[in-house]
């Protein structure tokens, strides 16, 4: 299994208009498919994880959230970085010996507080970044989460004051989700780290976002929102209808 060294050096170097790809796998199996399509590297996002183990996202337990990651990390022979919202509450040690036993080689950790939905400070979140750093040394790549844009109304100044907050407490990428495409150019010329952009069905195309300004890309649930409306499709194609599933006189699952 590829190490950290070999992720983090895929965000540096490139090209624009050649971004790092970073499909998210919510399980194992789409893990393996996405690894056997050719992807360098994959990023889990909590919120597909949380639907394939039956929860509304961010309320899945972390054991159960690590588990998953190693599932993932452990089935294929790429880097594997995990969405951990923003570390669950965990001293800074024990989140970075819980990603790295999961065989996770870096991490997402937003400035949303978990459960409150409070936006943390910038001087707050660059505190914990600074411990999560000192506590994984270079063994974990920490991509800094930016919420101000999905929040609504986000601007440049206020992503950049806290990408500049996050990098100084060593994290290695910044993340402002829901950026505007426009602000990707302002953001990297102004951050000098790797920059992060999500992809959304409003936004243009993957490596649009890479020639305005964006270094990797990754896909939150959107992967996994897609698979489960295909196989909606499936299921419709095949004329399968409640009634057909149980028979007459059969209870179903559901029932019992």
């Keep these: 299994m590829a190490g950290v060294d070999?992720?983090?050096a895929l965000h540096h170097g490139r090209l624009p208009g050649d971004p790092l790809i970073l499909?998210?796998?919510?399980?194992?199996?789409?893990a393996r498919v996405l690894a056997d399509a050719g992807f360098a590297a994959l990023a889990t996002p909590s919120a597909g994880v949380a639907a394939s183990l039956g929860y509304e996202d961010g309320e899945v337990p972390y054991e159960e959230m690590f588990a998953a990651v190693a599932r993932i990390a452990r089935s294929v022979p790429v880097p594997v970085s995990a969405d951990v919202e923003d570390g669950y509450g965990l001293p800074p040690a024990e989140l970075v010996e819980r990603l790295l036993e999961a065989g996770a080689v870096g991490c997402n950790l937003e400035d949303t507080e978990h459960g409150t939905k409070r936006l943390?400070?910038?001087a707050e979140?660059?505190?914990?970044?600074?411990a999560v750093r000192a506590a994984a040394g270079d063994r974990l790549f920490v991509n800094a989460?930016?919420?101000t844009y999905l929040r609504g109304g986000g601007t440049v100044e206020e992503a950049v004051e806290r990408g500049r907050a996050y990098a100084a407490a060593g994290a290695?990428?910044?993340y402002p989700i829901m950026a505007k495409p426009a602000h990707l150019?302002?953001?990297a010329d102004r951050l000098g780290l790797p920059l992060n952009a999500v992809a959304h069905p409003s936004f243009p195309p993957p490596r649009e976002l890479g020639k305005l300004g964006a270094t990797r890309i990754t896909f939150g649930p959107g992967l996994q929102l897609r698979t489960m409306h295909a196989l909606s499709g499936i299921v419709h194609e095949l004329g399968i209808t409640p009634d057909d599933a149980h028979p007459a006189?059969?209870?179903?699952?559901t029932q019992k």
Excluded: E, I, N, Y
């Design 6 to 8: 070999t992720f983090r």
């Design 185 to 187: 150019g302002p953001l």
């Design 23 to 30: 499909p998210g796998p919510w399980d194992a199996a789409s």
């Design 145 to 147: 989460r930016v919420d």
């Design 125 to 130: 979140q660059a505190d914990f970044l600074a």
């Design 172 to 174: 290695d990428c910044v």
């Design 120 to 122: 943390k400070s910038p």
């Design 249 to 253: 006189g059969q209870d179903s699952p």
